[in-house]
């Protein structure tokens, strides 16, 4: 079962978060914004919900960059997934410019999508809960001091 922190990290609701990268309103709605991870950059740095999950999500695509050279396959992913969602490409002319089938491209981003969503669950597991506060109202009556005596009526 999905918890509501990962409800962020599933393929659609990364597609969904990518197709809105450049819409606040789209982002501020985002589960993912909710998180963790979010929260810590947020706090650490200051900026706003969105900025802070904008930047958390760059910096998992910038550890999703190979190290290949530029001609290996293991570029395809990254390559779509920054053309595409980032900077609003279509597939096709993507594919075209990588010399790849369009079937190809569409296999590669979601790849990249799948490893970008794997990077993001590794990342918010090393986030430490934060302290939440009690469901209840915690019992804050002072304990009685000494053995309690009956009085009788009368």
């Known amino acids: 079962m999905q918890t509501n922190e ?5 393929l659609k609701s990364l597609r969904a978060l990518l ?9 501020s709605r985002h589960p993912l914004i909710r998180s963790r991870l ?18 958390v999500v760059q910096d998992a695509i910038a550890r999703l960059r190979p190290t290949a050279p530029l001609r290996d396959p293991a570029w395809r992913g990254y390559l779509a997934l920054t053309a595409h969602y980032l900077e609003g490409r279509p597939l096709d002319a993507i594919a075209a410019e990588m010399g790849i089938a369009t079937v190809s491209c569409r296999r590669a981003l979601k790849e990249a999508l799948e490893a970008l969503a794997a990077d993001l669950r590794r990342a918010e597991a090393t986030i430490l809960p934060t ?7 915690v019992n804050t009556a002072p304990s009685v001091a000494g053995p309690q005596v009956r009085r009788d009526s009368g």
């Not at 197709?19 to 982002?27: A, E, K």
């Open 6 to 10: 990962d409800a962020g990290l599933t």
């Open 131 to 137: 302290t939440r506060e009690p469901r209840w109202p």
């Open 19 to 27: 197709r809105s990268w450049h819409h606040p309103t789209g982002l």
């Open 38 to 55: 979010v929260q810590a950059r947020r706090a650490q740095s200051g900026e706003d919900e969105v900025a802070a999950m904008r930047a």
